[in-house]
């Protein structure tokens, strides 16, 4: 299968997503898929960049030159399916692109599409200041006109309640848990550890409501903040 991954940035050790979608892209490759990388808004280049398989646009280049290159990209490499993996901020500085929805269908047209979540709108916590909150109802209507768009598509996202939010707002998701980004090292062994328990560190916020019985259940505790 011939599989373009789509995302924000792709500049290496700078950007998460980008990263997990480099490795991603790998593994698919090593199965035997033909695979190709397109970031739409990077801002670590300046106009666009080749490489290998891969196409870099710079967040510098109207966007209609974007668009076009991306949609030559994708028609050159005869992709049959784009995965999209989604941040709001890798596509605008406030998560605010409205004309996103627009530019993915003129970009994908009927290619089918599998949307990757890793993150949804702002302002889901209880108690989220009321600015946090608008933001966070336009950057929910720019996902809901974005995957009204995308005419074939699978959704997923990488947690429980991810899948809820989006449940609530008529986006059926599927779970599909991340692999870790973060190379293995060897232990600290002059690190003092208590016998049969796994210390975790947390990177972001998980929103409202999250069950910390999920964790539990797992067999992980989490520890007094």
Not at 69 to 84: D, G, K, P, Q, W
Not at 163 to 178: C, T
């Amino acid at each position: 299968m011939k599989i373009l991954f789509l995302a924000g940035s792709l500049e290496p050790g700078k950007d998460g997503v980008g990263d997990y979608t480099r490795t991603l892209a790998t593994e698919c490759a090593r199965l035997g898929h033909e695979t190709f990388l397109l970031s739409f808004y990077d801002p670590w280049i300046n106009g666009s960049m080749r490489e290998p398989a891969a196409l870099r646009l710079g967040t510098m280049m109207p966007s209609s030159d974007r668009v076009k290159a991306a949609r030559e990209f994708l028609t050159a490499n005869r992709a049959e399916i784009v995965s999209l993996q989604f941040v709001s901020y890798s596509f605008h500085p406030a998560g605010l692109n409205v004309a996103l929805p627009q530019i993915l269908r003129v970009i994908i047209g009927q290619t089918r599409v599998q949307v990757m979540f890793h993150e949804l709108w702002i302002g889901t916590q209880i108690g989220a200041p009321v600015q946090v909150k608008a933001l966070g109802l336009c950057q929910r209507k720019i996902i809901q006109a974005m995957v009204k768009a995308l005419a074939y598509r699978i959704v997923h996202t990488s947690c429980s309640v991810h899948v809820q939010l989006l449940a609530r707002y008529g986006i059926d998701a599927k779970l599909l848990p991340l692999f870790g980004n973060v190379p293995v090292v060897s232990a600290d062994s002059s690190l003092a550890r208590a016998d049969n328990v796994l210390h975790l560190g947390m990177f972001g916020d998980l929103g409202e409501p999250w069950a910390a019985r999920d964790f539990e259940a797992s067999g992980i505790h989490r520890a007094a903040e």
